[in-house]
Nanobody
Framework: QVQLVESGGGLVQAGESLRLSCVASGSIFRFNAMGWYRRAPGKQRELVATITKGGATGYADSVKGRFTISRDNAKKTVYLQMNSLKPEDTAVYSC????????????WGRGTQVIVSS
């Protein structure tokens, strides 16, 4: 099974940017979708962004226009560029590999924490 390791989180001020990386231990090409999810304190996990094997992307309404998901199969990496960060973006962000593209797969990274101060 592929393993996922996230990085790039940190403490930033509102309006600043971060780029999260999710590095896989093996090929991610076989997964129909890769995604970023987040869980804010006291809230349920929510989908942030997904990208299919063919490059189609989807975003939560709350991040559209601010976040961009991308993938580099050669580098076995999925990225989440986060611009114009808001305090409500504060959460633990986790990477997910979805073999069938039907929803979250069973393969998760441990997460990277993003804290946005006002």
């Amino acid at each position: 099974q592929v393993q996922l390791v996230e990085s790039g989180g940190g403490l930033v001020q509102a309006g600043e940017s971060l780029r999260l990386s999710c590095v896989a231990s093996g090929s991610i090409f076989r997964f129909n979708a890769m995604g970023w999810y987040r869980r804010a304190p006291g809230k349920q996990r929510e989908l942030v962004a997904t990208i299919t094997k063919g490059g189609a992307t989807g975003y939560a309404d709350s991040v559209k226009g601010r976040f961009t998901i991308s993938r580099d199969n050669a580098k076995k990496t999925v990225y989440l560029q986060m611009n114009s960060l808001k305090p409500e973006d504060t959460a633990v962000y986790s990477c997910n590999a979805d073999l069938y593209g039907l929803g979250p797969g069973d393969i998760w990274g441990r997460g990277t924490q993003v804290i946005v101060s006002s």
